[in-house]
């Protein structure tokens, strides 16, 4: 069973970065698995913000591009949401989500073709 475990979030000002991180419990599903990051508001959808794929090709949504980098470390079983120039709107619980099957990135960045998902984490931006 894979298990994704969130750390980081916080609260921080309008402009500052922040970072989350996420740890899989199982060996190896980083080098090979379609990895995102997805945020939810309460009353909202989950949206995609990015993904990146087994091969390291990332792919974002218009919104955070520029200022939002995913990366991964193979080694560690460990994805990154490196997040800059935050702004009040990106205000949100921020989910990591996994799965070995679906295509990555663009129109499949949809939170029911993924399969193992973090516990979330709540990052607050203020103005």
């Known amino acids: 069973q894979v298990q994704l475990v969130q750390s980081g979030g916080g609260s921080v000002q309008a402009g500052e970065s922040m970072r989350l991180s996420c740890a899989a419990s199982v060996g190896s599903i980083y080098s090979t698995y379609c990895l995102a990051w997805f945020r939810q508001n309460p009353g909202k959808e989950r949206e995609g913000v990015g993904s990146i794929d087994s091969n390291g090709a990332t792919t974002y949504v218009e919104s955070v591009k520029g200022r939002f980098t995913i990366s991964k470390d193979n080694a560690t079983n460990t994805l990154y949401l490196q997040m800059s120039s935050l702004k009040p709107e990106d205000t949100g619980t921020y989910y990591c989500?996994?799965?070995?099957?679906?295509?990555?990135?663009?129109?499949?960045?949809?939170?029911?073709?993924?399969?193992?998902w973090g516990q979330g984490t709540q990052v607050t931006v203020s103005s």
């Open positions: 989500a996994a799965d070995p099957w679906t295509k990555c990135g663009g129109p499949y960045l949809r939170r029911a073709n993924f399969g193992y």
